[in-house]
């Protein structure tokens, strides 16, 4: 089994963390500053919760984050923390390299707190799975039931090379996403 690492880019390395701290630091600021100035028990209670709620939110994407992905003899696997996605080749109708994500939509997911996961929508390509750690590199997956992932290793020839030696069949031509 071959393993490509998949690297955050700089956004996702610091962006989407230092936003979480901005923000946990305001939820939590001023709250503080509010409950100086009057009583009221509802600004207690989002001094507390606002915090939780942003502490799990940053748990569940590092959780989620995707580590590499590996090529065996009969699947793809999508390697996280937790959860680990598996893909089978018979489950897989083509593999393609994708030069241009500019203008992908989320519709719902992540986008930049340790990589860009969840739902997006691109015209050219419709609706799509994102596991990616970096806005570059991308690989399109096609299965048979009309899903769409799409990876984002760090080595995206090598990648598929690598399933151009054991699933020929599989390789599409790279096309422009438009």
């Known amino acids: 089994m071959k393993e490509y690492k998949c690297s955050l880019d700089n956004m996702a390395k610091y962006g989407g963390p230092g936003l979480i ?5 305001l939820t939590i600021g001023v709250p503080i500053y509010l409950s100086t100035t ?30 590499s992905v590996s090529v065996a003899d009969d699947s793809i696997t999508i390697n996280r923390t937790i959860k680990p996605v598996i893909i089978e080749f018979s489950e897989i109708a083509s593999i393609r390299k994708v030069n241009n994500m500019k203008f992908a939509m989320r519709t719902f997911g992540n986008g930049g707190l340790f990589g860009y996961t969840g739902l997006y929508y691109k015209k050219g390509i419709g609706s799509m799975t994102w596991y990616c750690t970096q806005r570059q590199n991308y690989i399109l ?12 290793p760090d080595e995206p020839d090598a990648f598929m090379q690598e399933i151009a030696a054991k699933h020929a069949y599989l390789i599409a031509t790279e096309q422009p996403a438009t």
């Open 21 to 25: 701290l901005v923000i946990l630091l």
């Open 141 to 152: 997956i096609e299965k048979t039931n009309g899903k769409k992932l799409v990876i984002t």
């Open 38 to 67: 009057t009583t009221d028990n509802k600004v207690i209670y989002i001094q507390f919760i606002t915090p939780v709620i942003m502490i799990s939110l940053f748990i569940g994407t590092y959780l989620l984050k995707t580590i």
